[in-house]
């Protein structure tokens, strides 16, 4: 979602673009069409864009909206045990990559059981 809403009342009179602190915004000339740019990262949302608007064309309010915005979604990998979420399979792939071994896809309660069951069984003079 873009935070930045301009509504049908916009005219292009540039007041916005020529009263930002910050130059977070811009525009551009081309052919018959003018485009009015926002930079997010150098946005301070001090709003003076939203007060100096004489169409009342900025919707400010988007800024203040208080909501997680989705940017990726990665599969899991889950305890092969109990089935708790783990780690992404991307990490995992990553990780086999960099290490050239396979992950054991343990929770830290399950891993430790399994370590401990692998010591007993050393201890008692078998082997797995």
């Known amino acids: 979602m873009s ?12 007041a916005c673009v020529e009263n930002c602190p910050a130059n977070a915004l811009g525009f551009q000339d081309n052919g018959e069409k003018r485009t009015i740019l926002h930079n997010m990262a150098r946005c301070v949302r001090c709003a003076n864009c939203w007060r100096v608007c004489p169409q009342q064309a900025i919707e400010f309010q988007h800024f203040m909206e208080n909501e997680w915005d989705e ?5 899991l ?7 708790e979420p783990l780690y992404t399979a991307n ?17 830290p309660k399950h891993r430790e059981l399994n ?14």
Not at 3 to 14: D, M, P, Q, S, T
Not at 71 to 75: A, F, K, R, Y
């Open 3 to 14: 935070y930045f809403v301009v509504n049908e009342n916009c005219n292009g009179c540039l």
């Open 71 to 75: 940017v990726i979604s990665l599969g």
């Open 77 to 83: 990998v889950h305890c092969r045990v109990c089935g």
């Open 91 to 107: 990490l995992e792939k990553t990780v086999t990559g960099k290490t050239g071994r396979e992950i054991d896809a343990l929770c």
């Open 115 to 128: 370590f401990a069951a692998r010591q007993a069984l050393i201890l008692s003079g078998k082997s797995m």
